[in-house]
Structures are given as C-alpha cells and as structure tokens.
T-cell receptor, first 114, second 113 residues
Framework: AQKVTQAQTEISVVEKEDVTLDCVYE???????LFWYKQPPSGELVFLIR??????QNEISGRYSWNFQKSTSSFNFTITASQVVDSAVYFC???????????FGSGTRLQVQP | NAGVTQTPKFRVLKTGQSMTLLCAQD?????MYWYRQDPGMGLRLIHY???????AKGEVPDGYNVSRLKKQNFLLGLESAAPSQTSVYFC????????????FGQGTRLTVV
C-alpha cells in the first residue's frame, strides 16, 4: 500500500521568510510519480509540480523549489521569500503507473502573516 | 476551455435522501476519479474509472455508487445519505500517460443533516 506523510499540520511564518514543507512517502513500486498541489482558501486544487521516480534532479520555479531524495523517500517543497498569497493548504501526493490514482498526504496549512 | 466541471457546487441533504453528483470533462481523458476531502485527512479515493463503461472501487467506496456511461461524464451517487458523508467531493480526470497530472474540478460541498 502507498502512504504519504506530511507531518507538519500547520506552519505560520512572516512574509519574506523561507519555509520548507516536508513530504515523506512509502511505496513498493519502483516506478512512481510525486506531485504537489496547492489549495488556496477558495478551495480549488492547483497543480504545482510533478516528478517521476527516475528523476532526482531538484527543480526551481521562481520562488518555489523542490528537493526529491529517493534515499530518504522524501519530496520536500521550499518557498523562498514567502508572500501572503502563498497562504494555502499544500498537499503532497503519490501515484502509481496502474490506475494512476493519487494517494494524498493530510496536507500542510501555511499561513503567511504580513 | 472548461476542464473539469462538477455539478452542483453546494448541496444540503437530509439523512436518507439520495442524490447524484455529476462530473464532466472536456479533455478527452480516459481516467476519471472521485475523491472526498475531510478535515485533517487529505483527499481519499472513493471510486475511479479507466474508461467508458468501467468503474472500480477506491479506498472508501461504501455508501457510494458510480457510473461512466459516456467517456466525458462520471457520476457519483449516494443512495441513502448519512451524516458521515458530509464532505467536500472532488472529481478529477487524467490521461493514461503516467507522467501527467490530474485535473480537478472545483469541488462540491455536501452537508447531510
């Protein structure tokens, strides 16, 4: 069975601080896919990034960066110089190559104070 | 360019009533999913479909039924609603290609009283 753990339930930072959201996953598959989604207060789910198990390169997109480490089964997400608009719930998710359904973590609520 | 559309957006049901949630996608995706989101638990898979005419159970299927009569539509039914089914329901669709993301609808907030 697959499992995703986001141990940080809620994080509060002040604007311009850097913040890292942790994600640890469990799977028996050798091929799998990892995702981060953002859920702003309006409720929709916004796709942020996708990473497959073959690609351990870190990725940077503007103020966002992701650190994928197979050795520790982690896929952490860092926001640099956080902004109030980053306030949201962030979900890490894992999918297999079969049914392609997502197994979600419980989410981390990020509050960025002005 | 609608993507994934869920109907309705909000609904209040009385215990024992039935209803159907409709999900429609215009991306010609083969795979469709229904999830429920409860506080502190993330999203959990209810049922899914890998093609027209096929459905399968997810992790929390009890109390729900689904149908995929047309490729673009995936219906979620509650035959006899219970307060435990109060939740936010999300539909999603994806391509069979593994290295692609799922696209989500805007969610349906259901309250069973």
């Amino acid at each position: 069975a697959q499992k995703v753990t986001q141990a940080q339930t809620e994080i509060s930072v002040v604007e311009k601080e850097d913040v890292t959201l942790d994600c640890v996953y469990e799977t028996r598959d050798t091929t799998y896919y990892l995702f981060w989604y953002k859920q702003p207060p309006s409720g929709e789910l916004v796709f942020l990034i996708r990473r497959n198990s073959f690609d351990e390169q870190n990725e940077i997109s503007g103020r966002y960066s992701w650190n994928f480490q197979k050795s520790t089964s982690s896929f952490n997400f860092t926001i640099t110089a956080s902004q109030v608009v980053d306030s949201a719930v962030y979900f890490c998710a894992l999918s297999d190559t079969g049914r392609r359904a997502l197994t979600f973590g419980s989410g981390t609520r990020l509050q960025v104070q002005p | 360019n609608a993507g994934v559309t869920q109907t309705p957006k909000f609904r209040v049901l009385k215990t024992g009533q039935s209803m159907t949630l409709l999900c429609a996608q215009d991306m010609n995706h083969e795979y469709m999913y229904w999830y429920r989101q409860d506080p502190g638990m993330g999203l959990r898979l209810i049922h899914y479909s890998v093609g027209e005419g096929t459905t399968a159970k997810g992790e929390v299927p009890d109390g729900y039924n689904v149908s995929r009569l047309k490729k673009q539509n995936f219906l979620l039914g509650l035959e006899s609603a219970a307060p435990s089914q109060t939740s936010v329901y999300f539909c999603a669709s994806s391509s069979p290609e593994p290295n692609t993301e799922a696209f989500f609808g805007q969610g349906t907030r259901l309250t069973v009283v």
